[in-house]
C-alpha cells in the first residue's frame, strides 16, 4: 500500500517541515529529531514535535518527539542548566518534564490553544545530550549518534511487534484529515483525537451547510435539537469560554454584561444539546490558522445571566447517519 510520501502528497509535505520548523531554534533537539527521522524513513509513522501531553488536572509536559501509533514520547535533555532555569519547567526523575500549575494567563492561553493529549500508558524514551549538566559540557556527537541508534532500533522493533499482531495501523494525512474517512466508519470518538481542517469538512460529516456570516455554528439537519458548535474554547476579545482539565465541562460567557443577559435567552430558547468542535491553534500545516478537534456531545447543565452558561459532556461518541 502505498503512502504519502510516495504519492507525493502536498499536505503530507506542509506537515513534515511545519513540524520540524517548531525545533529550529534548539540546535541539540533539532539533529536528535532529524536524524531519528531519517534513519526510520518511515512514512507510514505519525510524528509530533512539541507535544503537549496533559499529566494531571494541573500539570502538563512538552514532549519533544511523539509517535502516536506507538504511545511512545521522546525527550532531548538538553542539561539542568535548560531546564531548570525555567521557572515553569522541573525534572520529575525519569518522567516527562512537567509544567507547574502557576503559569502566566498568556502561557495558560498558549497551552489550551494547542492540541493536548492525555497521559495513559505512553511510554518515555530519553535522549542526553550533556556530559556534565551543571558545567553544560556535550557529549560527543559519536555518544549521541549511539543512543540515536539504540532508540530507532527499539522504535522499529515496538512497530514491528504491532504489525505483527495486527494492531498497526498506517497513518495516512489525507484520510486523517478527510471528512469521507469518518462518514464512511459512521461515527465520530473524540478518543481518537480528531482534528478536522476547516468547519466546512466539519458540515460534510453531517450534510450541513455553513452560514459565513454565522461561523460559530450550524445546526445538525441529521437533528434539529443538536447544534454544530465551532467554539474558541480559551479567553479571546469578545468571550471568556474555557473548558474543565477533564474535558467534562465548558464554560461559554460573554464579556459584555448586555450581551451575555442577551445570550441567556438565546441560550433558554436554543438547542439545549451541541456537538463540540473546538478551535485548536495550527500548528500542523501551512493553510489557516485554526483547525477543529471534536469534544463530543455535551448538553446545557446550568444558565445564568451573570456567568453565562454551563455545558456538560453527555457523550465523546456520536454515530454519523
Known amino acids: 500500500m502505498s503512502n504519502c510520501y510516495e504519492n507525493k502528497s502536498i499536505l503530507y509535505t506542509e506537515y513534515f517541515f511545519k513540524q520540524l520548523n517548531k525545533t529550529k531554534n534548539k540546535i541539540y533537539e533539532s539533529y536528535v529529531i532529524n536524524r531519528i527521522l531519517t534513519l526510520l524513513n518511515d512514512h507510514t ?10 499529566l494531571s488536572d494541573t500539570h502538563y509536559a512538552l514532549t519533544d518527539l511523539y509517535f502516536p501509533q506507538l504511545g511512545l514520547h521522546i525527550e532531548i535533555d538538553e542539561g539542568h542548566h535548560y531546564d531548570l532555569k525555567q521557572a515553569n519547567v522541573v525534572e520529575r526523575g525519569n518522567d516527562f518534564k512537567i509544567e507547574k500549575k502557576i503559569l502566566s494567563q498568556s502561557e495558560k492561553d498558549r497551552i489550551r490553544q494547542s492540541h493536548i493529549v492525555n497521559r495513559t500508558s505512553h511510554d ?15 557529549l560527543s556527537l559519536f555518544d549521541i549518534n549511539n543512543q540515536v541508534d539504540r532508540l530507532v532500533d ?9 504489525v505483527t499482531s495486527t494492531k498497526f495501523q498506517n497513518w495516512n494525512i489525507e484520510n486523517e484529515f478527510n471528512p469521507n474517512t469518518y462518514i464512511e466508519k459512521g461515527y465520530l470518538d473524540a478518543n481518537d483525537e480528531i482534528i478536522f481542517l476547516s468547519s466546512d469538512d466539519v458540515c460534510k460529516c453531517f450534510g450541513a451547510k455553513l452560514n459565513p456570516y454565522k461561523s460559530g455554528g450550524v445546526k445538525n439537519p441529521q437533528d434539529k435539537g443538536i447544534l454544530i458548535w465551532f467554539p474558541k474554547l480559551y479567553e479571546n476579545d469578545e468571550w471568556l469560554n474555557s473548558i474543565s482539565e477533564d474535558d467534562q465541562f465548558i464554560y461559554e460567557k460573554n464579556k459584555n454584561n448586555i450581551k451575555n443577559g442577551e445570550m441567556y435567552d438565546i441560550w433558554k430558547k436554543g438547542e439545549k444539546r451541541r456537538l463540540v468542535f473546538g478551535r485548536v491553534r495550527n500548528n500542523l500545516i501551512n493553510k489557516g490558522t485554526s483547525l477543529f478537534k471534536f469534544y463530543g456531545l455535551y448538553e446545557l447543565h446550568d444558565l445564568n445571566k451573570e456567568s453565562g452558561g454551563t455545558w456538560k459532556l453527555v457523550s465523546k461518541r456520536v454515530e454519523l447517519k
Open 124 to 138: 518515555l524514551k530519553r535522549i542526553n545530550v550533556f556530559k556534565h549538566l551543571e558545567n553544560g559540557e556535550t
Open 154 to 162: 527499539y522504535i522499529r522493533i515496538v512497530r514491528d511487534e504491532l
Open 45 to 54: 509513522l505519525k510524528f509530533v514535535t512539541q507535544q503537549y501531553v496533559r
